[in-house]
Nanobody
């Protein structure tokens, strides 16, 4: 079993910053791609940022230049540094990982989500 646990969410004023860590627990050989998604009230879940096992990354246009995704493979931890936050960034942020659970078996794993609210 592989589990992802996010933390770091909360209430922040516009222009503020938050850092979201996501830790992978359980039994697995390795983790390939990791991603952050978010879901705003009444909207579909959207991809925010992706990072590969060798730390190549990509961002949604709406967050490029403000958010930074990174990972520490020694700690099985994914991070999302969010700066210059806007009210439109409000939502539940979800961590995703593609985990190699057996030599030839990969599994999609999701965290439970952490709420980020940007408001004055």
């Amino acid at each position: 079993q592989v589990q992802l646990v996010e933390s770091g969410g909360g209430l922040v004023q516009p222009g503020g910053s938050l850092n979201l860590p996501c830790v992978a627990f359980g039994s697995f050989f390795s983790i390939t791609t990791m991603r952050w998604f978010r879901q705003a009230p009444g909207k579909q879940r959207e991809l925010v940022a992706s990072i590969t096992s060798d730390s190549s990354n990509d961002y949604a246009a709406s967050v490029k230049g403000r958010f930074a995704i990174s990972r520490d493979n020694t700690k099985n931890t994914l991070y999302l540094q969010m700066n210059s936050l806007e009210s439109e960034d409000t939502g539940v942020y979800y961590c995703y990982a593609n985990a190699r659970v057996k030599p030839l078996v990969f599994k999609d794993v999701w965290g439970q989500g952490t709420q980020v609210t940007v408001s004055s």
